[in-house]
T-cell receptor, first 114, second 113 residues
Framework: GAGVSQSPSNKVTEKGKDVELRCDPI?????LYWYRQSLGQGLEFLIY????????KSGLPSDRFSAERTGGSVSTLTIQRTQQEDSAVYLC????????????FGPGTRLTVL | SQQGEEDPQALSIQEGENATMNCSYK?????LQWYRQNSGRGLVHLIL?????REKHSGRLRVTLDTSKKSSSLLITASRAADTASYFC?????????????FGKGITLSVRP
């Protein structure tokens, strides 16, 4: 597509439930990042995918968080047993060829854990 | 963890005035980028300046970088009400296998019509 898309745009869930957030990157962009934006922590890096390389998971806050990227395209961020502190806006970003370039962000998914 | 620290945290100006926002960071960088965010959703890339550059312009935007002071400034000239948004600086480390961004806390800019 023309830009990065994310779904759902809003998700309300109950504490303890699992959620899946989806990111559709710009076609041809091999690098994909997930970030989280919350009131207390600001914008934080979560995970990075590049082609077939092993992902950089260094930003994932706990083992309840996982992500995958199938076929080098769509990515899914999964949060298991959600907690109230997981409430945040989850942003996906991609960039084209070349490591040190601008990133293109999706509109984000606002997650609210009750 | 936050790498960049912007100041001021909030800025209110009259339409037509210039807005200057500052950012400081802690570690060596490959480049520094400024992003804008409207209504707490997706970020829009504004401008990127590399560590070997000192100044760049893009339309009404001017960004400077002082690597000796580990600081950057973003100037928006002739501001418009539509410039009202949150602005973030973000750094990319000098070394590393990817260009994950480390963001500052952001500056809220209000431009009064």
């Amino acid at each position: 597509g023309a830009g990065v898309s994310q779904s759902p745009s809003n998700k309300v869930t109950e504490k303890g439930k699992d959620v899946e957030l989806r990111c559709d990157p710009i076609s041809g962009h091999t690098a994909l990042y997930w970030y989280r934006q919350s009131l207390g922590q600001g914008l934080e890096f979560l995970i990075y995918f590049q082609g077939n390389s092993a992902p950089d998971k260094s930003g994932l806050p706990s083992d309840r968080f996982s992500a995958e990227r199938t076929g080098g395209s769509v990515s899914t961020l999964t949060i298991q047993r959600t907690q109230q502190e997981d409430s945040a806006v989850y942003l996906c970003a991609t960039h084209g060829r070349g490591v040190y370039n601008e990133q293109f962000f999706g509109p984000g998914t606002r997650l609210t854990v009750l | 963890s936050q790498q960049g620290e912007e100041d001021p945290q909030a800025l209110s100006i009259q339409e037509g005035e210039n807005a200057t926002m500052n950012c400081s960071y802690k570690t060596s960088i490959n480049n520094l980028q400024w992003y804008r965010q409207n209504s707490g959703r997706g970020l829009v890339h504004l401008i990127l300046i590399r560590s070997n550059e000192r100044e760049k312009h893009s339309g009404r935007l001017r960004v400077t970088l002082d690597t000796s002071k580990k600081s950057s400034s973003l100037l928006i000239t002739a501001s418009r009400a539509a410039d009202t948004a949150s602005y973030f600086c973000a750094t990319v480390p000098y070394t590393g296998a990817n260009s994950k961004l480390t963001f500052g806390k952001g500056i809220t800019l209000s431009v009064r019509p």
